[in-house]
């Protein structure tokens, strides 16, 4: 394994102290092979779409544990995802409108109120997305006002005629990136509106790289960023 060799924060040697940790020659950290492992193994399961609590109970680990490192990831995944964007944004790009909402939800009235809307860039094979602000927060307003109803009915107009642009215009790479997203969200039932932006993130950086490259991106970005 590499990282027994080289110094995983800056590429260097790395001598291995007889308290089993490794000790950089240059930049002079010290890490323990435990500690390295635990994050590799973690990282591994991220990348493979393993929960984190399935991760726990493989590993028996606590699950809280498991869950701040997953969050951890999560982060890393939307940094590179922005460093990535920073170098495409100048190309040209097709972009369309999405909403998602829980298949629990999607049967309901206000279930607007409750949507994720996102754009989705594609910018010549490379996904973005970007997250619009939620309704949510006028939810209790509109139906204090009793207002609900014609706003319901305008976006039930607006979601069948985008989705008629969506079949007939594409089956592109936008919309195959969409198909993806609701299968791999599938298992985080209930998402919290404030944390649904970490895992459109992450699926976005996911769809853009092999699990080969997620796994040693994470890796990179968690040692050396
Ligand atoms: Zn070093």
């Given at each position: 394994m590499l990282w027994l060799s080289e110094c995983l924060y800056c590429g260097e040697f790395v001598y291995h102290l007889s308290d089993g940790r490794l000790k950089c020659s240059v930049c002079h950290k010290k890490i323990s092979k435990e500690k390295i492992n635990k994050i590799i193994t973690l990282i591994d399961a991220f990348a493979e779409d393993e929960t984190a609590r399935h991760t726990a109970k493989r590993l028996d680990l606590s699950y809280v544990s498991v869950q701040r490192n997953f969050h951890h990831f999560r982060l890393l995944a939307a940094t590179i995802s922005e460093r990535e964007y920073q170098n495409i944004r100048h190309l040209s790009c097709e972009f369309e409108e999405y909403f998602y909402l829980e298949e629990t939800k999607?049967?309901?009235?206000?279930a607007v109120f409750d949507a994720q809307n996102f754009l989705t860039f594609d910018y010549q094979n490379h996904i973005y997305t970007l997250l619009l602000p939620s309704l949510q927060k006028y939810k209790n307003q509109f139906l204090e006002d009793n207002v609900e109803g014609a706003y319901i009915e305008t976006f039930k107009k607006f979601k069948r005629e985008s989705r008629l642009i969506k079949v007939s215009k594409y089956d592109n790479n936008i919309v195959q990136f969409w198909h993806y997203f609701e299968e791999k969200i599938k298992p985080y039932k209930g998402i919290k509106n404030e944390t649904f932006i970490y895992f459109l993130k992450e699926f976005e950086f996911k769809y853009n790289h092999t699990k080969q490259e997620v796994k040693e991106l994470l890796i990179k970005e968690y040692f050396q960023a």
């Amino acid at each position: 394994m590499l990282w027994l060799s080289e110094c995983l924060y800056c590429g260097e040697f790395v001598y291995h102290l007889s308290d089993g940790r490794l000790k950089c020659s240059v930049c002079h950290k010290k890490i323990s092979k435990e500690k390295i492992n635990k994050i590799i193994t973690l990282i591994d399961a991220f990348a493979e779409d393993e929960t984190a609590r399935h991760t726990a109970k493989r590993l028996d680990l606590s699950y809280v544990s498991v869950q701040r490192n997953f969050h951890h990831f999560r982060l890393l995944a939307a940094t590179i995802s922005e460093r990535e964007y920073q170098n495409i944004r100048h190309l040209s790009c097709e972009f369309e409108e999405y909403f998602y909402l829980e298949e629990t939800k999607k049967q309901k009235q206000e279930a607007v109120f409750d949507a994720q809307n996102f754009l989705t860039f594609d910018y010549q094979n490379h996904i973005y997305t970007l997250l619009l602000p939620s309704l949510q927060k006028y939810k209790n307003q509109f139906l204090e006002d009793n207002v609900e109803g014609a706003y319901i009915e305008t976006f039930k107009k607006f979601k069948r005629e985008s989705r008629l642009i969506k079949v007939s215009k594409y089956d592109n790479n936008i919309v195959q990136f969409w198909h993806y997203f609701e299968e791999k969200i599938k298992p985080y039932k209930g998402i919290k509106n404030e944390t649904f932006i970490y895992f459109l993130k992450e699926f976005e950086f996911k769809y853009n790289h092999t699990k080969q490259e997620v796994k040693e991106l994470l890796i990179k970005e968690y040692f050396q960023a």
